[in-house]
């Protein structure tokens, strides 16, 4: 069983905030994959199915961000997964905006998810950096995250969460090169 893991605040009035985009990508890959119906599990909201011949755990934690390792934890606990079983979708600063790459382990980059999961699973698990561009000075980075995708980057927005629930057979097989190839080909189009 794989667990792939989107990360996000609960709560309707942060919905559409850029730091909720991992959520946003679990939702796009269930919804796709027909993945049974989301239900309360593991301090967080669980979806089951399979991509190709692969089982999949969907989970939304319903903790908040600087919290959602621990919802990880206890799915890879009851699962008795491996810290590789873990793929975690997270927004990143550090990339340009809707730009996808894939990485396992390395640093959390003041990521308060990433960093709760770290502390709970260790940090040699899979990551789906989600691009959603610098606002320029550090002193704007939190209305930047914590701020809402704007109208003019909602269908750059669909069409990057399409490519990634189009080519996440490509994760599911572990071919990591081939879904950031076939995620930036379609996003090319």
Same mark, same amino acid.
């Given at each position: 069983?794989?667990? *792939? ?13 850029r ?6 990508? %679990? ?10 119906? *989301? #239900?309360?599990?593991f301090?967080? *909201?669980?979806a ?40 975690v ?9 809707? #730009?996808? #790459?894939?990485k ?21 698990y ?18 930047? %995250? ?23 057979? *490509?994760?599911? #097989? ?13 996003l090319?189009?």
């Open positions: 069983m794989q667990i *792939w893991v989107g990360l996000g605040n609960p709560g309707a009035q942060y919905a559409m905030h730091h909720n985009v991992g959520f946003m990508a %679990v939702d796009t890959i269930a919804e796709v994959h027909n993945f049974d119906p *989301w #239900k309360k599990q301090q967080g *909201w669980a089951q199915g399979r991509i190709g011949s692969e089982r999949i755990l969907l989970l939304k934690p319903a903790t908040f961000m600087n919290e959602s390792g621990r919802a990880v934890g206890e799915a890879m606990r009851f699962f008795k997964a491996e810290v590789g079983d873990v793929t979708f997270h927004d990143e600063l550090d990339l340009a905006p809707f #730009k996808v #790459k894939v396992i382990g390395g640093g959390t980059a003041g990521h308060n998810g990433l960093r709760s999961t770290e502390a709970h699973i260790g940090n040699a899979r990551r789906v950096r989600l691009g959603i561009g610098h606002p320029g000075h550090k002193d704007r980075v939190t209305g930047h %995250v914590l701020g809402n995708y704007a109208k003019s980057e909602l269908d750059p927005l669909a069409d990057m969460l399409g490519a990634i629930a189009s080519e996440a057979e *490509w994760l599911a #097989k572990g071919d990591d090169a081939r879904f950031m190839n076939d995620v930036a080909l379609r090319a189009e």
